[in-house]
């Protein structure tokens, strides 16, 4: 492969073959233009080349070269329209039958409606014992740890349409204890943050549900009404709840920002919590990934380009490199084309390589669709002529057939 220095690529040229990072990270397919953005990143990373077995085109060449190649055919094209997928192959996209089927998603969404209950009698103003937050947050660890692949695929399925409030805490704890345990952090620790992830958006609770379901912008003083929520979430759970200051700390310090811009003590660095660091970045993907009054969700792998954007300012950079070697860049669920023109699932995640996951066919080249596990699995770390062009997003498919 031919070495190509940072500083002879500019925003818009495009490779006539895939470019790679060392180790054969995918950094842009062929015929991708390059974004300043992605530039930017690799200079922020201290990278200083990147490898191809292609030439460089620049945007006046690869329009004159378009024109002269005439309309693309149907046969040319390297990956197919999604209009071809039929409805039927649509079924297999959805996955609610594969799920209920699933005694790890039957607790997943247990959990979320036990602590549902939990909030509601919190909102009611009565007394609620912690031993039964204690109780979820033993089934939420044990769930983890033996179905980590699958937790994930539950969080960006997006199914449950209820019980936003306790999805998300659900969904934030279980992002929580798995970056927790990628940094080794102590057993004990981790309980800790786990129970204050659950609780970090208590104080929600004492919200109006006006302000919390408007649609429009906030006034000014609806967004400083929202952003007295972690203060009412550290009275919840160390004056209601009887809990230590150390799983209150977390919901108080879970909006602070890691260069000292957050609230509500602007604190920064180290001196935040480490759970709350934790916390914040899970919140934030969440958030992204969850369909919200005011916005549709993100697709998994936009959240995480997203976070790999932050450079510094709102995250720990070294809880946000957990993160990404517990998820990938293309989290698992998440739904993928590849460059011979078949749509597949992400299965599997490799820490030291996370643009070359494990993957299952749901659709293949040929145009043939899979039902459930009955797609061929392929390892992108050991077949190293495919690569992922492209994250799609199931409602690009769903707006379709």
Not at 82 to 88: C, K, N
Not at 361 to 372: H, Q
Request: charged letters at 25%; glycine letters at 6%; a negative charge.
């Amino acid at each position: 492969m031919k070495k190509v220095p940072l500083s002879q690529l500019n925003p818009g040229i495009v490779f006539t073959e895939p470019a790679y990072l060392q180790d054969n990270h995918l950094f842009v397919a062929a015929g991708i233009p390059v974004k300043q953005k992605e530039l930017e990143r690799l200079k922020a990373w201290g990278i200083d080349a990147v490898f191809t077995n292609g030439d460089i085109l620049t945007p006046q060449q690869e329009k004159e070269g378009a024109a002269r190649k005439g309309p693309a055919k149907p046969s040319d094209e390297g990956t197919p329209p999604l209009s071809a997928i039929s409805s039927e192959k649509h079924q297999i996209l959805s996955l609610p039958e594969v799920l209920e089927r699933s005694g790890a998603y039957k607790t997943y969404t247990n959990l979320i409606e036990k602590l549902s209950e939990i909030f509601e009698t919190i909102a009611q103003g009565l007394s609620v014992n912690n031993r039964s937050i204690d109780t979820i947050t033993d089934r939420l660890l044990e769930l983890v740890r033996g179905n980590s692949d699958q937790v994930v695929t539950y969080i960006l399925a997006g199914e449950i349409a209820s019980a936003p409030l306790a999805k998300s805490s659900v969904n934030t704890a279980i992002l929580a204890a798995m970056i927790a345990e990628e940094m080794k952090i102590p057993n004990v620790k981790i309980l800790t943050i786990t129970t204050g992830a659950l609780l970090h958006d208590i104080g929600m609770l004492r919200i109006p549900r006006e302000i919390l379901e408007k649609k429009e912008n906030l006034t000014p003083q609806e967004l400083q009404r929202i952003q007295v929520h972690p203060l009412y979430a550290y009275k919840i759970i160390v004056k209601e709840l009887l809990y230590s200051e150390e799983i209150g700390r977390i919901a108080l310090q879970h909006h602070e920002r890691w260069d000292g811009e957050g609230y509500p003590r602007r604190l920064s660095g180290e001196a935040i919590d480490i759970g709350a660091r934790i916390v914040s970045v899970c919140d934030a993907f969440e958030a992204m990934v969850s369909e919200k009054p005011y916005r549709n969700s993100m697709i998994g792998y936009q959240a995480m380009k997203n976070l790999l954007s932050d450079n510094g300012r709102r995250f720990d950079p070294e809880v946000l490199k957990a993160f990404i070697k517990t998820m990938g860049i293309y989290p698992i669920g998440s739904l993928v084309l590849i460059n011979n023109g078949a749509l597949a699932r992400v299965i599997d995640v490799h820490g030291d390589a996370p643009l070359r996951p494990k993957l299952q066919i749901l659709i293949d080249e040929f145009g043939k669709a899979y039902k459930g596990n009955e797609g061929e699995v392929l390892d992108l770390l050991t077949e190293k002529s495919l690569f992922i062009v492209r994250a799609i997003n199931p409602k690009e498919i769903e707006n379709l057939v």
